[in-house]
């Protein structure tokens, strides 16, 4: 990706810089005649504009153009797309004039040398340990986006057929700000935002009726509710879980839509299974806590059935127990780096291809796929959120035989 | 499979900033506003439980001021009747008593009138006696020389008396 766009850049200012010494060299012979600036520059502007055109038109060749000097490495879309998925320590956010522009976040290791801690952009955007930035007595290197220390004399990352570094090792823990964790505490900002300000809504009005943001978001709430809530937990018990459920579900969905915005590219975070592992997690141990004497026997010695039925019963339901959150963290997970994979592939299919004719299907498709992820980010959120919700109803539902 | 194997930095600050989102929106946002919307919610059945209240009460109270109308009605007819039927007594007894009295005074002018009827008598028999005596002295004296016409006399004049 970067590849093309790199070569169109350096296309379009040559051709821009070529066009406009033209005129200028011919502006003497101008002078004869009337000379006329406005003239000049509108010529100036006309050839910009033409050029423009003239590389979008022809790009096509000028890419197979460049591919033929073949010094830029073949273009992989499986990498491209993995790197995106996944987790990473600086905030990328596009290429401009062949050098990447990014937000520098925080690398911070814990060794066996203690803590340390330096900024992302000292690696220089390098993710094949090529760079080696020495901290603390270390050297550090950054292979596909996961730090590693070099051991003791070593100069240079050496990898085995797996590509696994042979002579460097990965910090005890790599509590590194990464681009997820940015984007997780960006928001979180914005959602302590949006309902600390629809909370002050509601302090100061007097008869509780909401205004502004209040107004907006209090049927999502009572969506969470009326909806989710009350149906799966019960009228009497709901409110114990309510804050955890809210929490939940628009923690999730503001995450999915910033997965989504292009310019945030990589803030994969609800598609990284470190985060929907953490959010699976806690409901897990919500439900665990919350057990009544009825939820433990329904695991351990299912009422109302034989005894060898109950024996049967007991290894099933105690997996069962685990395979809950499991499903929940899969899920999402899944769905949401899905979504992502194939607004990637759809767009790669361009490079793949190397012609701009395909670009109109891509982009069309990858729209397509979009309206649909916007879509999906609220049902992820509204599933996660009814599941946990169904398991504690089921941790804490009385006996009704 | 790194894209499947959950980071544990990631793990970290993603349990530490959830709970502290948690935290702070539980605190802060969720209490007030579900307390707001609950709040609320009360506040309109109160206002409809109220307003049935009212409304029973004002039927309530219409029922009453029917009731105590249809009593004061009741009570009035009754007091009416009281009225009537005392006028009615009263004037039958004066009738009553005004006919006993008028019964006694004819009873004692009738009394009154025999007495003197039977004095009347009295008197005229004593005076028709002594009447007859004088006229039987001097028809005596004048017949007396016949003795059968004295005799004839005494008799006619004896019938005569009887009659009367």
């Known amino acids: 990706m970067k590849y093309n766009a790199k070569n169109t850049l350096k296309i379009i200012s040559k051709l821009v810089f070529v066009n406009s010494f033209n005129v200028r060299t011919f502006a003497p012979n101008l002078k004869q005649g009337i000379f006329n600036p406005v003239r000049m520059r509108m010529n100036t502007l006309k050839n910009i504009i033409l050029s423009a055109l003239f590389i979008a038109v022809f790009s096509v060749s000028f890419a197979s153009e460049t591919k033929e000097g073949g010094e830029d490495e073949k273009f992989d879309p499986k990498e491209m797309i993995l790197h995106h998925v996944k987790d990473a320590y600086g905030m990328h956010l596009f290429d401009w004039n062949d050098?990447?522009?990014?937000?520098?976040?925080?690398?911070?290791?814990?060794?066996?040398?203690?803590?340390?801690?330096?900024?992302?952009?000292?690696?220089?955007?390098?993710?094949?340990?090529?760079?080696?930035?020495?901290?603390?007595?270390?050297?550090?290197?950054?292979?596909?986006?996961k730090v590693y220390v070099l051991d003791e004399g070593a100069s240079g990352v050496t990898y085995d057929a797996e590509h696994h570094p042979t002579n460097a090792h990965r910090p005890k823990f790599d509590l590194s700000i990464t681009r997820n964790v940015f984007m997780m505490w960006v928001s979180i900002a914005v959602l302590l935002l949006i309902f600390l300000t629809a909370a002050r809504r509601y302090k100061k009005?007097?008869?509780?009726?909401?205004?502004?943001?209040?107004?907006?978001?209090?049927?999502?709430?009572?969506?969470?509710?009326?909806?989710?809530?009350?149906?799966?937990?019960?009228?009497?018990?709901?409110?114990?879980?309510m804050p955890y459920l809210l929490t939940i579900f628009f923690f999730i969905w503001i995450n999915n839509i910033f997965?989504?915005?292009?310019?945030?590219?990589?803030?994969?975070?609800?598609?990284?299974?470190?985060?929907?592992f953490t959010l699976a997690a806690i409901t897990f141990i919500i439900t665990t806590f919350s057990g009544n004497k009825n939820y433990w026997q329904h695991i351990f010695w299912m009422p109302g059935v034989p005894v060898p039925m109950k024996i049967f019963l007991m290894p099933i339901e105690i997996?069962?127990?685990?395979?809950?959150?499991?499903?929940?963290?899969?899920?999402?997970?899944?769905?949401?780096?899905?979504?992502?994979?194939?607004?990637?592939?759809?767009?790669?299919?361009?490079?793949?291809?190397?012609?701009?004719?395909?670009?109109?299907?891509?982009?069309?498709?990858?729209l397509f796929i979009t309206v649909i992820e916007v879509i999906v980010t609220a049902i992820q959120a509204y599933i996660f959120t009814i599941l946990s919700a169904l398991y504690f109803g089921m941790a804490t539902e009385e006996a009704h035989h | 499979m790194d894209l499947i194997t959950p980071e544990f930095g990631l793990v970290f600050w993603t349990l530490i900033t959830f709970l502290i989102l948690l935290f702070i929106l539980r605190k802060f946002a969720w209490k007030p506003i579900l307390g707001a919307v609950s709040d609320r919610e009360e506040g309109i059945k109160d206002a409809l439980a109220s307003a049935e209240k009212a409304?029973?009460?004002?039927?309530?109270?219409?029922?009453?001021?029917?009731?105590?109308?249809?009593?004061?009605?009741?009570?009035?007819?009754?007091?009416?009747?009281?009225?009537?039927?005392?006028?009615?007594?009263?004037?039958?007894d004066a009738k009553d008593e005004a006919q006993e009295q008028a019964n006694k005074i004819i009873e004692q002018a009738q009394a009154a009138i025999e007495s003197e009827k039977k004095a009347a008598m009295a008197e005229l028999k004593s005076h028709v006696a002594g009447l007859s005596i004088d006229i039987a002295e001097k028809v005596v004296r004048k017949e007396l020389s016949n003795k059968d016409s004295q005799e004839k006399l005494v008799e006619e004049m004896l019938g005569e008396a009887t009659l009367n």
Do not use: C, W
């Open chain 1, 259 to 276: 997965g989504l915005i292009p310019i945030l590219n990589g803030a994969n975070l609800s598609g990284n299974i470190a985060f929907t």
């Open chain 2, 55 to 92: 409304r029973q009460e004002m039927e309530n109270l219409t029922a009453d001021n029917e009731r105590i109308l249809q009593e004061a009605r009741a009570e009035r007819e009754a007091m009416l009747k009281d009225a009537r039927d005392m006028k009615n007594k009263m004037i039958a």
């Open chain 1, 99 to 145: 050098h990447p522009v990014s937000i520098p976040l925080p690398v911070i290791t814990y060794t066996d040398k203690g803590l340390t801690m330096f900024s992302s952009s000292e690696f220089h955007h390098d993710y094949n340990g090529e760079v080696i930035v020495e901290k603390n007595g270390q050297r550090f290197v950054n292979v596909h986006e």
């Open chain 1, 205 to 241: 009005s007097e008869d509780n009726i909401p205004s502004g943001i209040a107004s907006f978001i209090e049927p999502l709430v009572l969506f969470v509710r009326d909806e989710i809530a009350k149906p799966m937990i019960g009228e009497h018990k709901y409110k114990r879980y």
């Open chain 1, 319 to 366: 997996i069962g127990m685990f395979v809950k959150p499991i499903s929940l963290m899969i899920r999402l997970f899944a769905n949401i780096t899905a979504g992502h994979v194939i607004i990637l592939a759809l767009m790669s299919l361009i490079f793949v291809f190397k012609t701009i004719a395909i670009a109109p299907v891509s982009v069309a498709f990858s």
